[in-house]
């Protein structure tokens, strides 16, 4: 699917709202850009997709990156819980895989730099599977997982540090190349040629988002297996999809998002449920 705001903030509350930013006027990842701002919290936070399950007796549950202030003294600190989540795991601050705080249901949470037991994606699916544990058919339930995979500083698990070592990042026919006078104004900007050592660290970065989402793919893997040990996987929509895409060398442009081109505002989405026909794939 696409998104019409690649930012972290702008584009996380236009999936909790369905607005398009300049409804909800998250404008970057500041607070003074409303993210997480007291304007935010109240005038859409209440308005959020999951304050309209919770009016249906859904049971709900976040755990991982919220907004990028969130947690922040001036908005309220650890302790504001968004409307609408019954079990709140909300990481403090931007995107990390290790050194951070949680709020876990308003309270404040220290996680170091132990390699197995704080890496947050590991972290987020232990939470998860915990209010797995809790539901049955009796009820509805929802969950938001949210891990900051494959977000700068794409840091792997210590098992994946490894792996892919032998890949580079594609190369399109566009990498590495101006996007020459044709082009709109932003891509004849950009270096004619990129250097050897910035697509080095290209290539590097390629390799350890691709890492980090490694622990995604199990905690993917752990929460389909537990649905079905509980009879509830034939009853559930699972949703996958992200905030914004990214450039890896495209027309010149290093590693980064916020490009008004395809590369940045094209995002998977994956379904599978309920009356969900297997293997349809829709081209866009």
Known sequence: MFVTTPLCCPSRASILTGKYARNHHVRNNSISGNCNSKYWQNKHEDRTFITHFKKKGYSTFYAGKYLNQYGKNEVGGVKHIPPGWDKWVGLVGNSCYYNYTLSI??????????PQKD??????????????????????????????????????????????????????PNFG?????????????????LPPSVIESIDDVFRNRWRTLLSVD??????????????????????????NGFHLGQFSLPWDKRQLYEFDVRVPLLVRGPAVEKGVEIKM
């Open 218 to 243: 199990e905690m993917v893997y752990e929460v389909y297996v537990n649905l079905k040990k509980r009879k509830l996987l034939e009853n559930t929509y699972i949703f996958f999809t992200s905030d």
């Open 105 to 114: 249901n308003g309270k404040k949470v220290e996680h170091g730099s132990d």
């Open 119 to 172: 890496y947050l994606t590991n972290v987020i699916l232990e939470h998860s599977l915990e209010f797995l544990s809790q539901q049955n058919e009796s009820s509805p339930f929802f969950m938001f997982l949210s891990p900051p995979s494959p977000h700068a500083p794409f840091t792997p698990f210590s098992r994946f540090k490894s792996k892919f070592s032998n890949l580079s990042a594609p190369r399109t």
């Open 177 to 193: 190349m101006n996007g020459g006078m044709r082009k709109h104004w932003l891509l004849r900007q950009t270096p004619k040629i």
